[in-house]
C-alpha cells in the first residue's frame, strides 16, 4: 500500500507503542560526543564546526529563475519528464532512461534521487515511481511545485540494462556502483559511469541513492553516510530512522566520489534484491520526505526517530558448520548475548543440528537469506548495543523486531535535542560494512578488494 503522507505536522507525540505486524520470528540520554571513538569524533566535530552560509544562488533575489538541465530550461513550479542515453552512440542501444525535473517556485538546492544503480534492487524504483506519481507529486500534494524551493531530479531505474535483465551488474558484468566517475573512453560501464556523472549528478547540492541488499541476504532500513562530512551528516540525521552507519564508501562509489566533490550523499539501504518490500519502500519515502522538508525545499516539519544509533564497527555471526541454514531472527531483530539466531541442519545426517548463537547483545541489521552454508559463512551482521538498550526496547515489535520509524505510519515531530543518540563503537571489518559478505556469484573479479585486469579495462 502506498502511505498517505501529507505536508508534515508540528503534532506532540504520538503513542509510542509498536503497531502489531505478522509473525516474523520464533523464538538516560546518550551523546554521539561522548561515545564515538576520539580520532573519529574530532573528524566529525571539526566537519561541523565549518559553517557555510546559504549559497547566493538559492537566495529569492539573486537565484536564477529557470533551472537549466541536459540543455533544457525548466520554469519555475514545473515539471518536465526528460530522456536522458546512458551512452552516446549512432547505432546500437544507448538506453534512455527517465528523469522527472521538478522545479520549485522558489530558488534553493539541486536534491538527486536515484534507485536502480544495481538493477535488481527494486525498492528504489518503486518509492521514486511513487514520488513521480499522482498520490504525491502535484498541486496540493507532498511535493507541490507550486509551493516547493529548489529543484528535483528524480530517476527511478538507473541501470537500466541491469534493470531489464534482473542483474545487479552492467551488460559487461561490471558494477555501477564501483566505477564512478567514470571515463569516457573506457569500458562500457565506465563509460556510463561518466556520463551520469557529468551530465546528471555532478550539478547536485545532495544526493540520496537508494539501494536494497545484494543476492543472498537482507537489510533492515538504514542510511550509510560519512559523518565527517557535513551537509552528508545533516542529511542522515534529517532522513529520520534510528540506524545510520557511519563510514567513507567503498572506493568507486557514487556516494564517496559525490563526497570528494562536495555533494553530501546518503545511501539508503532496505530490504533484499529482486523483492518489492513495501516496509523498505515505505520508509524510503518517508525519509525522503523528511530530507526534503529539512532542507526546506519542501513546507512542513521534519519527523524525528526517538533514538538515534550511530554505528562506526559491527560484529558478525558466522556458521561454524556447513549444511542448510534456518535464520530464526530475522533482519531488524534485537538479540542477546548467546540467543539462537539460526540452526544449521545437513540431510544426509537426518537428526544432526547445529545452533548458531549471538556472541553478544544488539541490533542484526542484516541476515543471510540463500539456505546453503560453509563453516565460516555469515549468517548475521550485527550491531553490538550496551546502551540505550531500554530506550530501543520501547521501539520493538511482540516479536523482538525495530520497528523502523515510518513503517508503522506518519511519525511524530520532535526537536533534534529529543532525540537520544546511542553509539556503536569498532571498526568495519574489510573497510565497509559489507566487506565480509565475500563476492555475490558471479561477481567479477575487479571489485574493491582486487585490481582488474589490465587487459580488460
Excluded at 529569492?60 to 542515453?85: A, N, S, T
Excluded at 536494497?212 to 550509510?224: D, F, K, L, S, Y
Aim: glycine share 12%; charged share 25%; hydrophobic share 35%.
Amino acid at each position: 500500500m502506498v502511505p498517505d503522507v501529507g505536508s508534515g505536522s508540528k503534532d506532540g507525540d504520538s503513542t509510542e507503542g509498536a503497531a502489531p505486524r505478522p509473525k516474523r520470528r520464533r523464538s538516560q540520554p546518550l551523546k554521539v560526543a561522548n561515545q564515538i571513538p576520539q580520532s573519529r569524533r574530532k573528524e566529525i566535530e571539526k566537519a561541523l564546526e565549518d559553517a557555510q552560509g546559504t549559497p547566493k544562488r538559492w537566495s529569492r533575489k539573486d537565484g536564477p529563475k529557470y533551472h537549466r538541465f541536459l540543455r533544457k530550461r525548466i520554469g519555475q513550479g514545473k515539471v518536465r519528464q526528460i530522456e536522458f542515453d546512458l551512452l552516446d552512440v549512432d547505432i546500437g542501444e544507448s538506453w534512455p532512461i527517465p528523469i522527472t525535473v521538478v522545479h520549485g517556485a522558489r530558488p534553493g538546492p539541486v536534491v538527486t534521487l536515484l534507485g536502480a544503480l544495481h538493477g535488481n534492487e527494486l525498492v528504489g524504483p518503486l518509492a521514486l515511481t511513487y514520488l513521480c506519481g499522482p498520490n504525491f507529486l502535484g498541486e496540493d500534494k507532498a511535493i507541490d511545485p507550486a509551493a516547493m524551493a529548489g529543484t528535483l531530479r528524480i530517476v527511478p531505474v538507473v541501470n537500466l540494462p541491469g534493470y531489464r535483465r534482473q542483474s545487479r551488474y552492467m551488460t559487461d558484468g561490471r558494477d555501477l556502483n564501483r566505477s564512478f566517475p567514470g571515463k569516457p573512453e573506457s569500458n562500457t560501464t565506465s563509460r556510463v559511469a561518466h556520463r551520469l556523472w557529468n551530465e546528471v549528478i555532478s550539478g547536485s547540492d545532495h544526493l540520496i541513492d537508494l539501494h536494497t541488499a545484494a543476492v543472498g541476504r537482507t537489510n533492515m532500513p538504514q542510511i550509510r553516510a560519512n559523518l565527517a562530512d557535513r551537509a552528508s551528516n545533516r542529511i542522515a540525521r534529517a532522513f529520520g530512522i534510528e540506524t545510520i552507519l557511519d563510514n567513507v564508501g567503498p572506493k568507486g562509489s557514487l556516494r564517496k566520489t559525490a563526497n570528494e566533490a562536495g555533494i553530501g550523499s546518503i545511501t539508503y539501504e532496505g530490504g533484499g534484491s529482486n523483492e518489492a518490500d513495501p516496509e523498505s519502500v515505505q520508509v524510503a519515502i518517508y525519509g525522503i520526505l523528511n530530507v526534503l522538508r529539512s532542507l526546506k525545499v519542501l513546507p512542513g516539519y521534519p519527523s524525528r526517530p526517538r533514538f538515534r544509533i550511530l554505528a562506526s564497527g559491527s560484529v558478525w555471526i558466522r556458521s561454524d558448520q556447513g549444511g542448510l541454514l534456518d535464520v530464526l531472527t530475522p533482519a531488524g531483530s534485537f538479540v542477546e548475548d548467546g540467543e539462537t539466531v539460526a540452526t544449521v541442519t545437513d540431510p544426509e545426517r537426518p537428526g544432526d543440528s547445529y545452533d548458531i548463537l549471538s556472541p553478544t547483545r544488539g541490533l542484526l541489521i542484516s541476515t543471510a537469506t540463500h539456505p546453503f552454508v560453509n563453516a565460516g559463512t555469515p549468517i548475521g551482521h550485527l550491531l553490538p548495543v550496551t546502551r540505550g538498550v531500554r530506550t530501543l526496547r520501547k521501539r520493538l515489535d511482540p516479536e523482538g523486531c525495530l520497528v523502523t520509524s515510518g513503517s508503522d505510519g506518519e511519525p511524530p515531530w520532535r526537536e533534534d535535542d529529543d532525540v537520544e543518540d546511542i553509539s556503536v563503537a569498532g571498526e568495519w571489518s574489510g573497510g565497509s560494512p559489507d566487506a565480509e559478505w565475500g563476492r555475490n556469484e558471479g561477481d567479477p573479479a575487479d571489485d574493491e578488494a582486487g585490481e582488474a585486469d589490465p587487459n580488460w579495462a
